[in-house]
């Protein structure tokens, strides 16, 4: 399974577009990009996914590089309820193992 | 849909003493999957299972059993309860067509002294 990296922290101010990136450099063809968020105390939340064309949902949007090696997850207005912890994850679409978490990125929106 | 409800919300143990957290989904989701989440670290998975009657060991599965009896219900048994399963459960289930859209329910917190 490919590994990611993430920042450890990032600030962004309230009502201004958050740019949360991720490096992915040994994804291999058939593996998607997830994207996670947990606000504190609360359950892991599904927020987008994509393979390699860019993707956009009611939550956020999914830049993917067209090398498929790093991608952006876009919070294009954040708000205070935004700041959590964000997860990116790599893996295949071929159901039998489950998500693999790591340590993600802190945002902190502040008004 | 209630979606993923988790029971109970808060539990404290002696070390030794036994139980089971239970987690239900009403989604008709095949997979479902237990996770730990220890203070400042990522989600770390304990046991997961594809559909009824198929379970298999994740990351951290000592000290720790599971059953796939039905598919709606996947209960996590703790044998004999140690300190260092303090810690905050969390359950998730998706869809044999979505795997990694996971939903997951609202947490146990778990505190064995």
């Known amino acids: 399974d490919a590994k990611t990296t993430q920042p450890t922290s990032m600030d962004c101010a309230e009502g201004r577009a958050a740019n949360l990136p991720c490096n992915h450099s040994t994804i291999s063809g058939n593996e998607y990009v997830y994207w996670y968020r947990q606000i504190h105390s609360q359950g892991p939340q599904y927020i987008i996914h994509g393979l390699k064309n860019n993707e956009t949902n009611e939550m956020a949007s999914l830049i993917i590089t067209e090398d498929r090696k790093s991608s952006t997850l876009i919070l294009p207005h954040a708000t205070l309820r935004d700041t959590a912890v964000y997860y990116c994850?790599?893996?295949?679409?071929?159901?039998?193992?489950?998500?693999?978490f790591g340590k993600g990125t802190t945002l902190s929106v502040s008004s | 849909n209630a979606g993923v409800t988790q029971t109970p919300k808060f539990q404290v143990l002696k070390t030794g003493q036994s139980m089971t957290l239970q987690c239900a989904q009403d989604m008709n989701h095949e997979y479902m999957s237990w996770y730990r989440q220890d203070p400042g670290m990522g989600l770390r998975l304990i046991h997961y299972s594809v559909g009824a009657g198929i379970t298999d060991q994740g990351e951290v599965p000592n000290g720790y059993n599971v059953s796939r009896s039905t598919t709606e219900d996947f209960p996590l048994r703790l044998l004999s309860a140690a300190p260092s399963q303090t810690s905050v459960y969390f359950c998730?289930?998706?869809?044999?067509?979505?795997?990694?859209?996971?939903?997951f329910g609202p947490g146990t917190r778990l505190t064995v002294t």
């Open positions: 998730a289930s998706s869809s044999h067509s979505a795997p990694y859209e996971q939903y």
């Open positions: 994850i790599v893996r295949g679409n071929q159901a039998g193992t489950a998500l693999i």
